[in-house]
């Protein structure tokens, strides 16, 4: 499986299905590239209703056909504009395209609908984006049900954890590998992710990315 970084919140999950997470693209100048850019997708996926995650789904879905997974009150708003939706809420489970998307609690706010982690398991392998949140003793339940894989943790602060509360939500989350987020795309949210790497020192493994970039696991 390969995962791109595209900059703040928005990842790209390429493996026997093409995953968007957060497209966020226009308008962040921290964007590897423009919705243009994105020519396939099965599935979008978003945590909350804020523009910094909402971004350009529902193009990318009219554009793709892809389906948008994403919780209930963002999932009307789609359906009332043709797109392909599966809605859901925080507990609950859905299988798209041989897909497995859990939605998870996050500590936050949105515009419609509550906001939202998602663990998603795809080729066998597990990856939690925890969406837009503060340290939560709910990530211990992710370990617990899902011991993700590879995590993408915001660590920017003021909107969501800082370095020293993401390091602790690593060892929460009982995740193996971890991408850090939402952080450095505005000068409110700079931090340095290094710092965040010795935080979480052997608890798991931290992969450093810039907006573009690609790992694969
Ligand atoms: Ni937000
Ligand atoms: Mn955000």
Not at 16 to 32: E, M, Q, V
Request: include cysteine; glycine fraction near 12%.
């Amino acid at each position: 499986m390969d995962v791109t970084w595209l900059g703040h919140s928005a990842v790209k999950l390429q493996g026997s299905k093409t995953i968007y997470i957060d497209p966020f693209l226009t308008g962040n100048p921290a964007a590897c590239c423009g919705p243009e850019a994105i020519t396939g997708a099965d599935l979008v996926i978003v945590t909350h209703d804020h523009g910094d995650h909402l971004g350009d789904a529902f193009p990318i879905c009219k554009k793709t056909g892809a389906t948008i997974v994403t919780i209930h009150e963002i999932a009307v708003m789609a359906e009332a504009e043709g797109i392909p939706t599966e809605g859901m809420n925080i507990g609950g489970t859905v299988e798209s395209k041989g897909v497995l998307i859990h939605m998870v609690q996050a500590l936050h706010s949105a515009g419609k609908g509550d906001p939202a982690g998602v663990v998603i398991e795809l080729d066998g392998k597990t990856i939690y984006h925890a969406g837009d949140t503060g340290l939560t003793y709910d990530m211990k339940l992710v370990k617990e049900f899902f011991a993700p894989d590879l995590s993408f943790i915001p660590i920017g602060d003021r909107y969501t954890m800082g370095i020293n509360s993401a390091a602790k939500a690593v060892e929460f989350c009982g995740t193996k590998k971890v991408i850090p987020v939402h952080y450095n795309t505005f000068p409110i949210i700079t931090v340095d992710p290094e710092a965040f790497k010795a935080k979480v020192g052997d608890t798991a493994e931290v992969i450093i990315l810039k907006p573009g970039e690609s790992y694969s696991f």
